[in-house]
């Protein structure tokens, strides 16, 4: 099959709530077979494929990892581009302009998702990181034309890298340890945050962020040892 069906069958079943053996019995299975399936230790036929995507309503897309979005009929929203556009080249300023929308909506979602008093310090540490990679992109741009000038920047080009590697660096440090903090607070009474729920909060802007994501995770696969 792939990488991808393990993780996500067993990942649709710890949101529904239940368990290996309930799933496994209303699939028609056994539950060493279901948990083989989940581990990735053995693949399933066509059928079951079929069985098990109508099962968890979702596409088989989906669970074979070729989409972001979990239903059929459910694109991304006007302005967004696609997850592996055909053609990696400019077409006039539409690619720009659709990388620019996909990037303003993920990044909105975020916010969005951390405007509660709780996340107060992980906000400020996002716009921080944020920041830098922002700044690290620009400086590129800049030095692709050997006309400008270098002192347009405080820091000099022969540390600007380093430095703004350090600096990112301490700040998934602060990241980290920021989200962990929140984590381990004894008074949290939320829910597992959930796609459906990611789907209805945001409408508009999550399908943004389920393509970066699906888009990052592609690019992350295909520099990993096979």
Same mark, same amino acid.
């Given at each position: 099959?792939n ?5 996500l069958?067993?990942l649709?079943?710890k ?6 053996k ?8 056994s ?5 083989h399936?989940?581990?990735g ?10 069985k098990?995507s ?9 669970l ?20 592996t556009?055909?053609e990696?080249v400019?077409?006039?300023s539409?690619?720009p ?20 008093a ?11 990181y ?5 700044y690290?992109?620009?400086?590129y ?6 006309q400008?000038?270098p002192?347009?920047?405080?820091v000099?080009? +022969?540390?600007?890298?380093? @430095? #703004?590697s &350090? =600096? %990112? ?5 602060? +990241?980290?340890?920021?989200? @962990? #903090?929140? &984590? =381990? %607070?004894?008074?949290?009474?939320r ?36």
């Amino acid at each position: 099959m792939n990488n991808d069906f393990p993780r996500l069958i067993s990942l649709l079943r710890k949101e529904r709530g239940i368990s290996q053996k309930d799933a496994a019995k209303s699939l028609g299975i056994s539950q060493a077979l279901l948990s083989h399936y989940e581990k990735g230790i053995r693949e399933c036929g066509l059928d079951f494929l079929v069985k098990i995507s109508s099962f968890y309503n979702v596409s088989t897309d989906y669970l074979l990892g070729r989409t972001a979005e979990r239903r059929p009929g459910e694109e991304p929203q006007s302005g967004q581009p696609d997850e592996t556009p055909k053609e990696n080249v400019f077409r006039g300023s539409i690619f720009p302009s659709l990388g620019k929308a996909l990037t303003v909506s993920a990044a909105s979602v975020l916010f969005d998702l951390t405007r509660d008093a709780r996340y107060k310090e992980l906000s400020a540490e996002f716009q921080k990181y944020l920041a830098l990679v922002i700044y690290r992109l620009f400086r590129y741009y800049y030095q692709s034309n050997s006309q400008n000038q270098p002192a347009f920047f405080g820091v000099d080009d +022969l540390a600007f890298e380093q @430095a #703004a590697s &350090a =600096a %990112q660096t301490l700040c998934e440090l602060q +990241l980290k340890k920021t989200a @962990a #903090a929140i &984590a =381990a %607070q004894r008074d949290d009474t939320r829910e597992p945050f959930t796609y459906d729920q990611l789907k209805q909060s945001f409408p508009k802007d999550a399908p943004a962020l389920l393509n970066m994501i699906k888009n990052a995770e592609n690019d992350i696969k295909s520099k990993l040892p096979k």
